[in-house]
């Protein structure tokens, strides 16, 4: 019976092993091997025959938002995006009036990591945008959301990945990095982006 049910009884033993393992991290090595990356190809699903909206529009439905397309972008390294919600829609067009260049980044632009349970999780921080003074990765979040756990390790692993870029970047010249944590209910159109860095970056 042992040998008949030998791998279903492994994984079970091995589930039951998982829940109580631990590690404890010291700390990492930092290894720049580039720097700079390509921009990701970015792939998108739309409605054919729907061209893409006007991101200066509110959707009729915003509670559809991450269904449309939007494009119309002066400062965008991308001819379109998605948004995946209102206020992302807003901040793009902040970073649009102000940045001097922005996008939304593709997974695996920045492989930042963070801690999720017993996992190293990608992190895709949901917009970057370059001015005169800096470089930002921005992260819109729901205020119910802030104090989750997991916007807490992302928000701790993606302001240690500014502070090693910034390390690296300005023995060369280049612009800081900071990350900016900001509250959905906090982004309105006639927002600037220098308040909301003022407001809400991570040190």
């Known amino acids: 019976m042992l040998g008949y049910y030998q791998q279903q009884l492994a994984q079970f033993i091995h589930i039951q092993m998982q829940e109580h393992r631990w590690e404890k991290v010291s700390g990492y090595d930092v290894n720049v091997t580039s720097g700079f990356m390509t921009l990701k190809a970015?792939?998108?699903i739309a409605t054919a025959g729907k061209s893409p909206q006007d991101f200066h529009v509110p959707p009729a439905d915003?509670?559809?938002?991450a269904q449309l397309v939007y494009?119309?972008?002066q400062r965008c390294l991308y001819i379109v995006q998605k948004f995946q919600s209102d206020a992302e829609r807003k901040l793009a067009i902040i970073l649009d009036r102000e940045a001097e260049k922005w996008f939304k980044p593709a997974l695996g632009q920045f492989q930042i990591y963070?801690?999720?349970g017993i996992e190293q999780k990608e992190y895709q921080p949901d917009f970057v945008a370059e001015t005169a003074t800096h470089i930002y990765l921005l992260e819109p979040k729901a205020s119910n959301e802030l104090e989750s756990a997991e916007v807490k390790e992302k928000k701790k692993a993606a302001t240690k990945w500014c502070e090693n870029a910034t390390a690296h970047t300005q023995k060369?010249?280049?612009?800081p990095w900071l990350y900016v944590l900001i509250p959905h209910n906090a982004i309105t159109e006639n927002m600037t982006l220098a308040g909301l860095v003022a407001q809400y970056k991570q040190s």
């Open 62 to 65: 915003k509670s559809k938002i």
């Open 71 to 73: 494009s119309g972008f």
């Open 114 to 116: 963070y801690q999720s």
């Open 172 to 175: 060369y010249g280049g612009k």
């Open 42 to 44: 970015s792939a998108f």
